[in-house]
């Protein structure tokens, strides 16, 4: 079959036509490809999502071409500048990774030539299985202020107990063959001088080849009240004891010992405490079957008060033990120190010489100065002017010795 020239030509033009013009398309959707600019955003994590430490992709869009910076403030992370270019399809992918250094409420800022953007995310390790607490759950009630924790974790591993202050210290513990673990925690009566009714405890510790646990924490546990505070029976309130020692007692129940501190009241007994040894101011007292306690110690005169308190028997958190119960009522006593024993009597005076004819004579004595014994002054010194004690006594002496030379004249006679 021929075909005039003129539609041969007419064809020749339609061909041309045809693959210039499908030439001109492919180099329109070339160059749209590459002009690609979609905007400037994070698309994954998304805001305010909980993301795993470890590997993480921070994905957005952007202008293709562009180069993209990851920063995390505060967050090492490794590549430590990590980036990307953005791909023809205006996306972009940054793989890093971030340690336990993470965890916790952090920004991911993505910053381009020209645009940035920023989310806020939340970090966490990863869960692991391989610590466990089976009881109690957190929320519920437990019977009684001393709390027995139990779980599971691979055997070998150390489990360590952490009640924030509140609960008595516990050492780690080495897990066994059959991977159970238990706790047995006496929680305290007061916090922040409140009464504790509520609370938690964090587990955590390595598993056998030292990689720490991811922590597992029982919280909002309802704690029943306190044991009963206990009872001082004596001394009674403002007692006297004329002693420095003294000695409190009581009942009590729920606890193994009661915790007894003394306090100054009045000046006296302040400035003596100050001398004394810190020991002096508290005493424990062990409860007997029937619950009944004392406690001794030695203090200084003065008005003291006494406060008993229930406690556990741990030397750990300090030397008085763990409270169980709320303090008792101040009971106020006086001390005095003990009354001086009486001076012994002094002993007799011996009785003087005596002679077979009487009584020994008294022999008069001369004032220094005076020679005479009547008031007249010895050479080289002033005279005497006024009245001697020289001359009655002299006086005395003689009439003395006259009597008595009568008596023995007497008793002669009437022996001749």
């Known amino acids: ?12 033009v339609v061909v041309v036509a045809t693959v210039l013009l499908s030439g001109a398309s492919l180099l329109g959707a070339s160059a749209a490809s590459a002009d690609v600019a979609l905007p400037f955003t994070i698309t994954s994590p998304t805001p305010n999502q909980t993301v795993q430490t470890g590997a993480v992709d921070i994905t957005g869009t952007g202008a293709s071409g562009d180069r993209v910076t990851i920063e995390i403030p505060g967050v090492q992370t490794t590549p430590a500048e990590p980036s990307a270019t953005v791909q023809p399809d205006g996306t972009w992918d940054v793989p890093l990774s971030v340690g336990t250094d993470a965890v916790g409420f952090h920004q991911i800022v993505a910053s381009g030539t020209l645009d940035s953007a920023g989310i806020y995310v939340t970090f966490e390790q990863p869960a692991s299985p391989a610590l466990a607490v089976t009881s109690p759950t957190s929320g519920s009630t437990v019977p009684s202020r001393e709390v027995t924790f139990r779980g599971t974790a691979p055997a070998g591993s150390i489990v360590s107990a952490d009640s924030a202050g509140l609960g008595t210290y516990q050492p780690d513990v080495v897990v066994g063959d059959s991977g159970a673990w238990s706790f047995t925690i006496r929680f305290s009566v007061e916090s922040l001088n409140a009464l504790l009714s509520r ?8 598993d056998p080849s030292g990689a720490p646990f991811v922590p597992r924490t029982v919280s909002d546990l309802a704690l029943p009240a306190p044991s009963a505070t206990p009872v001082v ?4 309130a403002g007692t006297t004891i004329p002693s420095t020692t003294v000695t409190v007692s009581g009942t009590a129940t729920g606890g193994p010992a009661v915790s007894v501190f003394f306090s100054p009241v009045d000046a006296a007994a302040r400035t003596a405490a100050n ?25 200084a005169p003065g008005t003291w008060a006494a406060v008993a308190t229930l406690i556990a028997d741990d030397d750990v958190h300090s030397s008085a033990g ?19 024993s009486a001076p012994a009597p002094a002993p007799a005076p011996s009785p003087g010489p005596t002679s077979a004819s009487g009584p020994a004579p008294i022999v008069p004595t001369t004032p220094a100065g005076d020679p005479t014994g009547m008031g007249v002054a010895a050479a080289g010194e002033l005279a005497f002017t006024g009245s001697s004690p020289a001359a009655p006594l002299l006086g005395a002496a003689l009439l003395l010795g006259a009597g008595l030379a009568l008596v023995i004249l007497r008793r002669r006679r009437r022996l001749g």
Do not use: H, I, Y
């Open 199 to 206: 609370a938690s405890v964090t587990f955590g510790g390595q």
């Open 322 to 340: 763990f409270p169980l119960s709320l303090p008792s009522a101040p009971r106020q006593f006086v001390l005095t120190a003990a009354p001086a």
């Open 233 to 236: 029976v004596s001394p009674a």
């Open 275 to 299: 001398t004394l040894p810190e020991g002096r101011f508290e005493s424990t007292g062990v409860l007997d079957a029937d619950g009944n306690w004392t406690a001794t110690t030695t203090l």
């Open 1 to 12: 079959m021929t075909f005039p020239r003129t539609r041969v030509r007419s064809l020749g």
